[in-house]
């Protein structure tokens, strides 16, 4: 259940001085319920916002903002002794924790168009800091883009920047924490460039690497520390407008190696992130004023995962325990979908625009794995389908009053 009240304002001083702002407050819980578990989780995150633009002149352009914020996070009720064994008669804990934190930061940013005097060149420079009081933690990350225009239509830009992160905040308990954790801290590096070919019809390609430090890693002692390392690099590219035969849309392909060592990994492994290939192509035709066929393509690399390997049988509580192989070394099948949507679009009353749609969703029924399940000793594997994993029908309609 998620509940999110959010108040913006915006305003323009002096005629060159933009301001925004905001305040919300988001409160998310999620209640589980399986067997002898039964747990609770409730999120509530109260923030404040402000940022400011000032176009000094068409070669100079100054940001700034803030940002403060409070979050609590509160679990209550049952959890098991073993994660293995969930039924009602087995071992648990009582569960009953309130962890809050606080958080405050700021940024400042520059543009600067034609430096030097060089009428294709432009740099973007800033910095970000944060600011966590009750673990008297705090960073400042510097970021420098530097951007030349090859031509009226295209664009290359080098990006450079550092960012933190802290690690969740349970972590930081006497429970877990061997040391004093450090923010999780990642440096990415970023070139990409952009064909604008006209204001429907452009092309993107951006590579990247992405060097990741002080993850936390769960050490010979069982507790955690900030020994953890790994990467990400990949390209992406997107082609979006107009193609032939009247098609417009988009056509995006992913391609990311990402391997990290942490939290309870032994060597650097596959990412839970690892997709290797993701490719969408969406894909839409007007074959009159108000109504619209399309199309949407999904085919994708399977989701790494951790294989059982056996398992271990214990006589006490007359239950197998699973034996897991090497942390994702194993791939679930590749992820292809294809759905169809007809849509009108109509005024209704003559005011009221609307849309109706028809959609066929995964409409050559591939079948998508969403996980496994296994029998009592975990000998035998069975697929559990995704949630569109078989062909479905929606219909809907949109009123904007």
Do not use: C
């Not at 910095?127 to 008297?136: F, Q």
């Not at 192989?325 to 294809?338: A, D, F």
Request: charged share 20%.
């Amino acid at each position: 259940k998620n509940n999110l009240i959010d108040l913006q304002i915006s305003d323009l001083f002096f005629n060159n001085l933009i301001f925004k702002g905001s305040v919300s407050f988001n409160k998310f819980t999620d209640k589980w319920k399986l067997g002898l578990l039964d747990l609770t989780k409730e999120d509530k995150v109260l923030q404040f916002r402000t940022d400011l633009e000032q176009i000094v002149s068409s070669k100079l352009d100054l940001r700034a903002g803030m940002v403060a914020e409070r979050r609590g996070r509160t679990y209550l009720g049952v959890i098991p002794k073993e994660n293995y064994n969930i039924r009602p008669e087995a071992s648990a804990d009582q569960i009953n924790k309130k962890i809050t934190g606080s958080r405050i930061g700021a940024y400042a940013e520059i543009r600067i168009n034609k430096p030097f005097d060089l009428s294709n060149l432009f740099i973007i420079t800033g910095v970000r800091s944060d600011y966590i009081s009750e673990l008297n933690t705090y960073w400042i990350d510097p970021r420098l883009s530097v951007g030349y225009k090859l031509a009226s239509k295209s664009t290359i830009k080098l990006s450079w920047g550092i960012f933190h992160q802290i690690p969740d905040m349970r972590l930081f308990s006497k429970t877990y924490a061997g040391t004093k954790l450090k923010p999780m801290e990642a440096i990415h590096y970023v070139l990409s460039y952009n064909y604008k070919i006209n204001e429907q019809n452009s092309f993107r390609v951006e590579a990247y690497y992405k060097n990741y430090k002080n993850l936390h890693l769960e050490n010979e002692s069982g507790k955690y520390d900030s020994e953890g390392f790994g990467f990400a690099k990949g390209v992406d590219m997107i082609i979006k407008g107009s193609f032939p035969f009247g098609l417009n849309g988009w056509i995006s392909y992913g391609f990311i190696n990402t391997k990290r060592k942490w939290m309870d990994y032994k060597s650097l492994t596959n990412s839970n992130f690892n997709i290797t290939n993701n490719l969408s192509v969406v894909a839409k035709y007007n074959f009159s004023a108000t109504w619209q066929i399309g199309i949407n393509f999904k085919l994708a690399t399977g989701r790494p995962f951790t294989p059982v390997a056996g398992s271990i049988y214990h006589k006490n509580q007359k239950i197998y325990q699973p034996v897991y192989g090497l942390k994702n070394s194993n791939r679930y099948p590749t992820y292809k979908r294809l759905d169809f949507r007809i849509t009108y679009l109509n005024q209704l009353f003559g005011k009221y625009f609307t849309v109706f749609y028809l959609e066929a969703l995964n409409i050559l029924n591939f079948r998508n794995i969403f996980g496994y399940s296994y029998n009592r000793d975990y000998s035998q594997r069975y697929n559990i389908d995704s949630y569109f994993g078989r062909r479905t029908i929606v219909f809907g309609f949109q009123i904007t009053l």
